[in-house]
């Protein structure tokens, strides 16, 4: 069964600190990966995907195949950064997302 | 700009009552779907429709029930509401896509349900 695992429910980092979100995954198929964030009273968005090997606001994230990993990484936190970060699969045949546990991510200054 | 909206962003009900909780979305997407987040627990998919009148149970079906009647509108139905379904409910819609698609999903603000 597919499974999304993401260990920290709380990351805090200093302004200016590389940051690393964490992100484990388990799946059969070929995956499908995606990170999306939810600042404090916004909707849920999507702030990017592996298939199109982007950076998003300074974010990146790379699929290691080998560790079933995909971290999001930014190398200089800003306060603005402060938010709900969920990691998710695609699944389904291309339709449903299983998303992991979330990660809060508090940028102090 | 695609919109997806929901009917309240704060419901309180008491233990038993029916709740309807409606979801709308403008972008003519097949897919739509129902979560509950929950703190620690993340998202966690409810219900599942690709198309009117269809539906596909999601992780955590039960005490929920949807209905699809037009593409645009997707309901959440609580048939009797209990105080573990207080939680926040998010839907989201996206395209239909085939297995090597990787549709975005577009979330509405969410319904903070609490049930007394």
């Known amino acids: 069964a597919q499974r999304v695992t993401q260990p920290e429910k709380l990351l805090s980092v200093f302004k200016g600190a590389p940051v690393e979100l964490k992100c484990n995954y388990s799946?059969?198929?070929?995956?499908?990966l995606f990170w999306y964030v939810q600042y404090s009273r916004q909707r849920l968005q999507l702030l990017l995907r592996?298939?199109s090997r982007e950076s998003i606001k300074g974010f990146t994230a790379d699929l290691n195949k080998g560790e079933t990993s995909f971290h999001l990484k930014k190398p200089f936190a800003q306060e603005e950064d402060s938010a709900m970060y969920y990691c998710?699969?695609?699944?389904?045949?291309?339709?449903?997302?299983?998303f992991g546990t979330g990660t809060q991510l508090k940028v102090e200054l | 700009d695609v919109k997806v909206t929901q009917s309240s962003r704060y419901l309180v009900k008491r233990t038993g009552e029916k709740v309807f909780l409606e979801c709308v979305q403008d972008m003519d997407h097949e897919n739509m779907f129902w979560y509950r987040q929950d703190p620690g627990l993340g998202l966690r998919l409810i219900y599942f429709?690709?198309?009117?009148?269809?539906?596909e149970k999601g992780d955590i079906p039960e005490g929920y029930s949807v209905s699809r009647e037009k593409k645009e509108r997707f309901s959440l139905i609580l048939e009797s509401a209990s105080t573990n379904q207080t939680s926040m409910y998010l839907c989201a819609s996206s395209l239909y896509g085939g297995p090597l698609s990787y549709n975005e999903q577009f979330f509405g603000p969410g319904t903070r349900l609490t049930v007394l």
């Open positions: 592996h298939i």
């Open positions: 799946y059969s198929g070929s995956p499908e």
């Open positions: 998710a699969l695609l699944t389904g045949g291309g339709n449903k997302l299983t």
């Open positions: 429709s690709y198309d009117v009148k269809m539906k």
